[in-house]
């Protein structure tokens, strides 16, 4: 089998080849299309992950538990841009790290700026600010700290996975869909 027939007789493979399926569907391109969704969205996850490993990690190492003990990014060395990033939204960063002279909106402080549609949020100076983990926090963020070692080896793995996942789709797609086809007969 040359791969032009390969891609003919199964990455073109269309529901409308199959008399009691009706539909004009690609069914193996919309697969596809799916898998490098998901391996995308895999991708972003584990980057914002380890961007809360390295994190979490130092604030850990450099003792930055509690508001007295806060470190700037450049102390920490960790003055980079995903990290900045990560420090300006995610919830699960804003619920284990603080910010020293963070300003903290109540809920309905919170609802009357969502009802103006203002953003309840605030530049932040990394230079000067400093940072550290909420005492409450603090054994969250040390689960944290154990638990995520291997973050690009979980990542390469889900997306070796997932290829292989989406291979065997593609391959059995022919009998699957003639499955279903006899069914409607």
């Given amino acids: 089998m040359t791969l032009t027939e390969f891609y003919e007789d199964f990455i073109c493979l ?3 080849q199959f008399e009691n399926l009706k539909l004009n569907f690609e ?16 991708i972003a996850v584990n980057y914002v992950r380890s961007s809360l490993y390295l994190t979490v990690n130092k ?17 920490l060395g960790i003055n980079i841009p995903r990290v900045k990033r990560l420090l300006s939204g995610g919830a699960q960063a804003k619920a284990l790290i603080k910010r020293v002279g963070e300003v903290q909106l109540s809920y309905e ?18 230079v000067d ?10 054994p969250k963020a040390r689960e944290i700290s ?3 070692n ?9 997306c ?26």
């Fill in 129 to 138: 600010a400093r940072f550290y983990i909420d005492r409450e926090a603090a």
């Fill in 109 to 126: 402080e919170y609802v009357d700026k969502m009802k103006k549609k203002e953003r309840p949020s605030e530049t932040i100076d990394f």
């Fill in 150 to 158: 291997s973050l690009v080896l979980n990542t390469v793995l889900f």
């Fill in 160 to 185: 070796v996975l997932t290829v292989a996942l989406f291979a065997c789709l593609v391959l059995l797609m022919p009998t699957i869909l003639g499955f279903i086809n006899n069914i409607f007969a």
């Fill in 14 to 16: 269309n529901l409308n």
């Fill in 146 to 148: 154990l638990k995520n």
């Fill in 59 to 75: 604030l850990i190492r450099h003792d930055a538990i509690g508001e007295e003990n806060a470190k700037t990014l450049t102390e």
């Fill in 27 to 42: 069914i193996n391109k919309f697969l596809l299309v799916a898998m490098v969704g998901v391996i995308c969205a895999l």
